[in-house]
């Protein structure tokens, strides 16, 4: 019942997408749709998607960043996507802390507040007393973890499916995301793993007086239920009236949150991956509170190298040094046309170094950048995924309250600052080590060099030459072939007709199958060359016609 549910309500999406490209699926013209029209499904599905469940609230928060598998407006509407639903029938959170702890919340606590203070999808939050100390307790909803994994089987069988029928790079990234997503959900549904996340965390940002991660109680923690200590706080998005009041300094705040996830990213190499405004609230001192560790991840020191690589690239206006570092983080497939990247790389850090360009400048040179190579097989690996969320929290938080708040301007003092950092990163985490990781990095381009000696000897080395062409070329050598194989069928059709002609006299079989053989035939020689192409190709480009 469930498979079916998810059928009949993801199915009509599905077919709306394919329609977007041809009218009737396989042929005719692609309709015109209005901006307005892709807004009210793009709604839809945000409510069809926050209906099914948490699984799909939480693969659809990582969609709304993937705009290599999405474009606007659908982005933007699963932006928007929260996983508040209806709380827990009374006493089903204090039955789950009486399985887990042993003994009911009236014996634990000096106070229980039963109206939760938060209900999401996967946990619900009740605040308390222990020991004369203001905790929050959160609680698993029961039957969560069956539900998730039985989403996630039916969501990797529907997904082979679609890759057997639309194999392209846009249903393999939906395949990497649901991957992806169930490698980290058992992290969020064991909250003893939560614990030491939050834990790490704290110790590691001890040292910023401009952010606090609350203490975990660990003598309460379980695999259901987590305990931590309680802070007060705004959410970062409901900040009008402070900064009104000018309680705050949105610049100054802005700076704090882009520092903070640096420092987790580039510094620490454990990142904060749920970056969302309900994770992130400001204290009465105006100190940043960070919530919610269930999806963290570590970041290799190799990834830090290149990302540090990229963005001192970018601070240098160095197009090829941004390119090389978008090939480095695995974001342009090889295949993918240098020339093209390189240029409209160059576009962008040319009109970002203007004095006076507008971020609606910047938006709409990057969104027609976007359209242009949204049909190139380009990649977003998982881990800068959860990096690209963090972005668009830093630039959503900016310009929610200042329209015309310049992110790459305003954040320049912040990368000028974080130069000698990033120098270190390159180098090494600590200064004292940058010696033994130089070693490393030399023995590892040794065993480099030695593999390539090795594939020249083996004549496994392959040389990649104009990938635009070589794109056209496959794509024409798909197409010749589906009109030969769809040639033979024809021919074979006619081959049988006439030997059951042969065998019967009937000649009404006779006729009709060559008929059906003639059709086959002008379908092959007369209909355009797109129609044996790959249907599902959706890119929303359709939006404006």
């Given at each position: 019942?469930r498979?079916v549910?998810?059928?009949?309500?993801?199915?009509?999406?599905?077919?709306?997408f394919?329609?977007?490209?041809r009218?009737?699926?396989?042929?005719g013209?692609?309709?015109?749709?209005?901006?307005?029209?892709?807004?009210?499904?793009?709604?839809?599905l945000?409510?069809?998607?926050?209906?099914?469940?948490?699984?799909?609230?939480?693969?659809?928060?990582?969609?709304?960043v993937?705009?290599?598998?999405?474009?606007e407006?659908?982005?933007s509407?699963?932006?928007?996507?929260?996983?508040q639903?209806?709380?827990?029938?009374p006493?089903?959170?204090?039955?789950v802390?009486?399985?887990?702890?042993?003994?009911?919340?009236?014996?634990?606590?000096?106070?229980?507040d039963?109206?939760?203070l938060?209900?999401?999808?996967?946990?619900?939050?009740?605040?308390?007393?222990?020991?004369?100390?203001?905790?929050?307790?959160?609680?698993?909803?029961?039957g969560?973890?069956?539900?998730v994994?039985?989403?996630?089987?039916?969501?990797?069988?529907?997904?082979?499916?679609?890759?057997?029928?639309?194999?392209?790079?846009?249903?393999?990234?939906?395949?990497?995301?649901?991957?992806?997503?169930a490698?980290?959900?058992?992290?969020?549904l064991?909250?003893?793993?939560?614990?030491?996340?939050?834990a790490?965390?704290?110790?590691?940002l001890?040292?910023?007086?401009?952010?606090v991660v609350?203490?975990?109680v660990?003598?309460?923690?379980?695999?259901?239920?987590?305990v931590?200590?309680?802070?007060?706080?705004?959410?970062?998005?409901?900040l009008?009236?402070?900064?009104a009041?000018?309680?705050?300094?949105?610049?100054?705040?802005?700076?704090?949150?882009?520092?903070?996830?640096?420092?987790?990213?580039?510094?620490?190499?454990?990142?904060h991956?749920?970056?969302?405004?309900?994770?992130?609230?400001?204290?009465?001192?105006?100190?940043?509170?960070?919530?919610?560790?269930?999806m963290?991840?570590p970041?290799?020191r190799?990834?830090?190298?290149?990302?540090?690589?990229l963005?001192?690239a970018a601070t240098?206006?160095?197009?090829?040094?941004?390119?090389?570092?978008?090939?480095?983080?695995?974001?342009?497939?090889?295949?993918a046309?240098r020339?093209?990247?390189?240029?409209?790389?160059?576009?962008?850090?040319?009109?970002?170094?203007?004095?006076?360009?507008?971020?609606?400048?910047?938006?709409?040179?990057?969104?027609?950048?976007?359209?242009?190579f949204?049909?190139?097989?380009?990649?977003?690996p998982?881990?800068?995924?959860?990096?690209?969320?963090?972005?668009?929290?830093?630039?959503?938080?900016?310009?929610?309250?200042?329209?015309?708040?310049?992110?790459?301007?305003?954040l320049?003092?912040?990368?000028?600052r974080w130069?000698?950092?990033l120098?270190?990163?390159?180098?090494?985490?600590?200064p004292?080590?940058?010696?033994?990781?130089?070693?490393?990095?030399?023995?590892?381009?040794?065993r480099?060099?030695r593999?390539?000696?090795?594939?020249?000897?083996?004549?496994?080395?392959?040389?990649?030459?104009?990938?635009?062409d070589?794109?056209?070329l496959?794509?024409?050598?798909?197409?010749?072939?589906r009109?030969?194989?769809?040639a033979?069928?024809?021919?074979?059709?006619?081959?049988i007709?006439?030997?059951?002609?042969?065998?019967?006299?009937r000649?009404?079989v006779?006729?009709?199958g060559?008929?059906?053989s003639f059709?086959?035939?002008?379908?092959?020689?007369?209909?355009?060359?797109?129609?044996?192409?790959?249907?599902?190709?959706?890119?929303?480009r359709?939006?404006g016609?």
């Open positions: 019942m498979a549910r998810l059928f009949v309500a993801l199915a009509p999406f599905l077919v709306g394919l329609r977007d490209r009218r009737f699926i396989i042929v013209g692609a309709p015109r749709r209005s901006e307005a029209f892709h807004r009210r499904r793009a709604e839809r945000t409510r069809t998607l926050a209906g099914l469940g948490p699984t799909f609230i939480k693969l659809a928060q990582v969609l709304g993937r705009g290599d598998i999405l474009p407006p659908y982005l509407s699963l932006a928007t996507l929260t996983d639903v209806p709380p827990l029938a006493g089903e959170a204090e039955a802390v009486r399985t887990e702890l042993g003994r009911p919340v009236e014996e634990l606590f000096e106070r229980w039963p109206a939760p938060a209900a999401a999808s996967l946990g619900q939050v009740h605040r308390a007393t222990w020991h004369g100390r203001e905790v929050v307790v959160k609680v698993l909803r029961p969560v973890a069956e539900l994994h039985q989403d996630l089987d039916l969501a990797f069988r529907f997904l082979l499916v679609l890759q057997v029928l639309f194999p392209n790079h846009h249903t393999r990234a939906l395949g990497a995301i649901v991957s992806e997503f490698k980290r959900i058992d992290g969020e064991d909250f003893r793993e939560e614990a030491r996340h939050a790490q965390i704290r110790q590691n001890a040292h910023y007086p401009a952010v609350p203490e975990v660990t003598a309460l923690v379980q695999r259901r239920v987590l931590l200590e309680y802070l007060e706080g705004t959410r970062i998005d409901r009008q009236e402070r900064l009041r000018g309680e705050l300094e949105l610049r100054r705040l802005v700076d704090t949150v882009a520092e903070l996830y640096l420092q987790m990213m580039l510094v620490d190499g454990l990142f991956a749920d970056p969302h405004p309900g994770n992130l609230l400001v204290d009465p001192r105006g100190r940043v509170v960070l919530l919610d560790f269930g963290v991840i970041v290799e190799a990834l830090r190298s290149n990302l540090a690589r963005v001192l240098r206006g160095d197009a090829d040094g941004v390119v090389n570092g978008f090939y480095d983080l695995g974001l342009l497939d090889p295949d046309d020339g093209a990247i390189r240029d409209a790389a160059r576009q962008v850090i040319d009109l970002v170094g203007q004095a006076g360009t507008s971020v609606r400048q910047i938006g709409q040179l990057v969104e027609q950048i976007l359209l242009s949204y049909d190139w097989p380009l990649t977003l998982s881990d800068l995924v959860y990096f690209g969320r963090a972005a668009a929290l830093v630039e959503g938080l900016a310009l929610r309250y200042d329209p015309n708040f310049n992110g790459v301007v305003e320049r003092p912040l990368v000028q130069k000698p950092r120098a270190q990163v390159l180098l090494g985490h600590e004292q080590a940058g010696l033994g990781d130089w070693a490393k990095e030399l023995s590892a381009g040794v480099q060099v593999e390539l000696v090795r594939r020249l000897e083996r004549e496994e080395l392959k040389v990649r030459w104009h990938p635009r070589v794109g056209e496959q794509r024409f050598i798909g197409t010749q072939v009109r030969l194989l769809l033979v069928f024809a021919f074979t059709v006619g081959l007709t006439s030997i059951v002609y042969l065998a019967d006299r000649v009404e006779l006729v009709l060559l008929l059906v059709a086959m035939f002008a379908v092959v020689f007369v209909l355009p060359s797109h129609l044996f192409q790959n249907p599902l190709r959706f890119r929303g359709g939006r016609r």
